[in-house]
């Protein structure tokens, strides 16, 4: 679990699929269909919250045995 210190920190595309074990594509897919709010930071530069992004882990343990 992250701590609060770091919720407002902004985390690469690859930094994300990497703490959620799933291709960067699939990232980008989380992304454009709005499941996982990021930011656009520049023509390349998408960023996803650190809040948000242990938001989406949380929604997503509930399926799970």
């Given at each position: 679990?992250?701590?609060?210190?770091?919720?407002?920190?902004?985390?690469?595309?690859?930094?994300?699929?990497?703490r959620?074990?799933?291709?960067?594509?699939?990232?980008?897919?989380?992304?454009?269909?709005?499941?996982?709010?990021?930011?656009?930071?520049?023509?390349?530069g998408l960023?996803?919250?650190?809040?948000?992004?242990?938001?989406?882990?949380?929604?997503?343990?509930?399926?799970?045995?």
């Amino acid at each position: 679990m992250m701590s609060n210190k770091n919720t407002g920190r902004l985390l690469r595309v690859n930094v994300v699929a990497e703490r959620l074990g799933i291709p960067v594509r699939t990232v980008y897919r989380l992304i454009e269909s709005g499941a996982l709010p990021a930011c656009k930071l520049s023509p390349r530069g998408l960023r996803v919250s650190a809040a948000e992004l242990e938001r989406y882990r949380k929604s997503n343990e509930l399926g799970r045995f």
